[in-house]
Every structure is written in structure tokens, then in C-alpha cells.
């Protein structure tokens, strides 16, 4: 059985296709070599696991490396600091085993007295690095599990205590490396039911983690590069690795997700050929986002579990807000911490094209259910040969909002008009295509998508009318962004809130000179 890109759990170099992210191994390890203790936090199945794995493996003979996690330890060990004492030292005497490390004290890790607690570990933690032949590093998986409690932060406490006491002549860890999805440094605990919850953690002593665990196109390459070469087929690396990168922003379980479909899937379909072509990773987002999986789970739930952030990411998606990015901001925090808000010229943005698309799938869903948005045959939008006939898309869109929603204020409509756009196109390109809305053109007026369906793509412009003159304007930015993607042909979705102005298609051809020999079609809601 051969190598396989892999969704779950640790990766395995021997048995999986890896990125090369050497580059970042070497600033961890440069991390480490200064003595520094630091969370690398990242969102679910973002590589932590993985990467301390691989720092294992580099770094565990020139160190002593105690690699151990804090899953499956359970709430009883966090009840007393006695029963957290036995199983946290269990664990150590564990991955000493695992580290093949056989010049410790048999019984130091292993032998209790009677009422153990954090003194004892620190005596312990101070005569193991004492008497060990190399420095020991102390890497932590998934401490953030049972961390809304008194007892981890007693053992953070012991950790900075040890740290400070480097500087009188104390023998401990040379560097801690705690890994989870929270920020350890700035946990908001609740230590008592009665409690708020208030910022208290004691792990002031860490360092900033400032490397970038999202993959480059050139890390997506390099694995791209070993499955080429070990398969013996023949595509374009670079080109794949950015239309993946595009999809993605190199989250490396969407990645690698993309890439278990081209090739474990898509091959056993008729769309073979296009396997691993631009078409073949825009099959697979398609595919993709038509399931679910414990990520997309997760995005729904943070949604719908906090009405304020619900509210942060419509505004984002639906009315183009341009939010500043301050970590400082509770929603923008929630945000960040599950991989679903990142950055951008600082401003936030959702952090990918896949979470986007199914967030406006999941807003949908929620619209049809409120109304049924499509109530004629759907074959009516498909032309003879089995293209998508916008036209009428956007001819029957017109009539739906006549018809359902010409009473509604104009709040309402300039609010909820591109969901309900979006929610009348869902049904009918369905398990035959999908979009993606560019998020570099998403405003408060305007907003761009480009509906794939088949094998061809659809330029559509959703605005705001706002008088002839930006109207205008909007048909030269559409033009640009049709050019950009080699089509002719484009569509402009116009939410008018004059009642004066005549609603009609309006087909702008080659004798307007700034549409550059484009067609143009236009409809005004």
C-alpha cells in the first residue's frame, strides 16, 4: 500500500504525502535554541500535532524530549493536584520510553509517596534536568483540553516559577512548548461557578509565536512534487499548488482534503482526465462543500452559537463591512482563535475561499427555510446544450422580487438582497456547479462572483444602484474583472431603491466603448 495524502491525525512521512516545511521547523527550532517557552495556538486541524512530531523527531538526539499531550488525561486527573501529580508523571515516564531514553532514575517518575502535589513535580522536573546527560525540552500537546481550572494553572505556575529560577542557578527545562487551539497566555478562565470569567493565566513568561502555520503554494508544491514523482504522472505542480492555495490560504486540512479527492475520488469518476487540472481542484471544492466533516462542523457551531459573531461575519460576507483587526475584540478573538477570521491590509476577512463558500451555503440553507425562494423548474435556467442561461436567471430573480418582495423597505432588501440573490441561484446550480464571491471586490456597493457550472464560468456583479454615473462606473470594474479572467461575457445585478426608475434588461454591447468589445448584461431588482 502505497503513501496517501491523510485528513486525520498525525502525518506520517513514511506513509503520507507531507508539504517540505523545513522553513518553519528551522524558526521553531531557533525558538528553542534561545531557551524560549511559547503556545503555538492554531485552529482544529491546523498541523500542531504534526509539527511537534516533527521537532521530535529532528531535535531528539541532540535533546532530552518529553513530548506528551494532554488528551484523554480526563477531568478526574484535574480534580486534586495528587491524582494530576501520578498521571502527569506517567505520561513523562511514557514518552521517555518512547524517546528510548534509558539513563533516568528508574523510579523517579514512577514511584509516588503518599500525598504527591506541585512541589514534589518540581523536585522531580529539577533532578531529572539535573542529573540528565543533554538539556530537556518539555513539548505539551492539546493543553487547552482541561484548562478551565485551578489545577492547570498550579502547573503553569510551576513552569514560570522554574523559569525564573534559571536565573539564580536552577536546572529545568530549556524551552516548554505548549500546543492547542487557545492561547495559554491569554486563557479567560472561571475558577469557581460563581465567577466571571477573567483573564488569569500565569504563563507571562512565553514568548510570542509569530510563524505562520498556513502552507505556501511553494510548500503545497513540494508536496504536490512527491506524489507526482512517486505516481509517474505528468500536471503542473506550480499551477495546481496555486489553485489549491487560492482555495484554501493554505489551511493545511482543506489542502489536503482538496488533494485526497483528486486523487482518491475524483480518478474513480468519468472526470478522470481533468483529475489534476484547475478543473479537477474546482471538482473538488465542489464536492467538498456538498458534505461535511468535524471543521465545517466546527465553523457552523461558532456561528451559530454566538449571536454577536454571527452578526461580525454577515457583515463581513453580505454588506462587505470593513472591520479593523484588533485581537482585542471578543468576536474578532473567537474569530481568529478557530481559523475562520484572518487579516488583510488590516481589515478582517474570512480566512478562506472554502469556509466563505459553505458559510453562504449554511445563511442559505436558513433562507430557504424561511421561504421558499424557487418555485419553477429549475430546467427552465438550463440552455440546449446544457449551459447555465443567466439571462433568464436573472429575468425570473427580477419577477421573484416583484412578486415576494416589492413591499419590503429598502433596509431590508439592500441588507438581505445578495442572500436572497444567492439563495434563488443555490437551487438551480446544485450537484452541477458552484460560485465564489472575490472577496477583493466585496463592498458595501458592490460585490463580484463567479458561478462555475460545467465546464464554463460566469462573471457576475452584484450592486447598489446609486445613480447613472457609478452605474457606469460599475460596468468598466466588471469589465476589467472579466478581462482578468479571460470571458466576454459578464452579468450585472443591480438593487435599485429609485421607484421612478424603469426595470428592464438592458444589453450593453461592443458600440459602448468602455465595455472594450464585451457584452454586458444587465438587470435592475
Known sequence: MGRRFNVTGTCIPEKHYMADTKEKLDKIVRLIEQDSYF????????GKTTTLMLLWKRLKERYIVISTSFEGMGNEAFRTEDMFVRRFCMRVAGALKLSDYKDEPKSLWTAFSEDENMDTLKERIVTFCSQADREVLLFIDEVDKSSDNQMFLNFLG???ELYLERAMGTVTFKSVILASVHDVKNLKLKLR??????????????VDFPIDMSLSVDEICSMLQEYKEE??????????????????SGYPFLVSLICLWMDERLSETDELPVC???????IAVREILKGTNTLFDDVVKNIENNGRFRKFVEGILLEGSQIPYKLSNPEINLGVTFGIISEEKGICKISNIIFESYIYDHLIAGKLMEKQVLKIPRNQFIAEDGALDMNVVLKKFQDFMKAEY??????????????LFLSFLKPIINGTGHYVVEPETRSNTRMDIVIFYGKREYILELKIWHGEKRFEEGLAQLTDYMESRGQTEGWLLAFCFNEKREKKIEEYTREIKDLRGNTIYSVVV
Open 406 to 419: 416589492r413591499l419590503s423597505d429598502e433596509p431590508f432588501i439592500e441588507k438581505q438582497g445578495r442572500l
Open 231 to 248: 505516481k509517474g504522472i505528468s500536471f503542473e505542480t506550480d499551477v495546481i499548488a496555486a489553485e489549491i492555495y487560492k482555495y484554501t
Open 193 to 206: 461557578p460563581e465567577e466571571e470569567r477573567k483573564y488569569n493565566s500565569p504563563w507571562n513568561v512565553a
Open 276 to 282: 489534476w487540472s484547475r478543473d479537477g481542484v474546482r
Open 39 to 46: 503556545t503555538i495556538n492554531r485552529a482544529r486541524q491546523y
Open 158 to 160: 510551576v513552569l514560570r
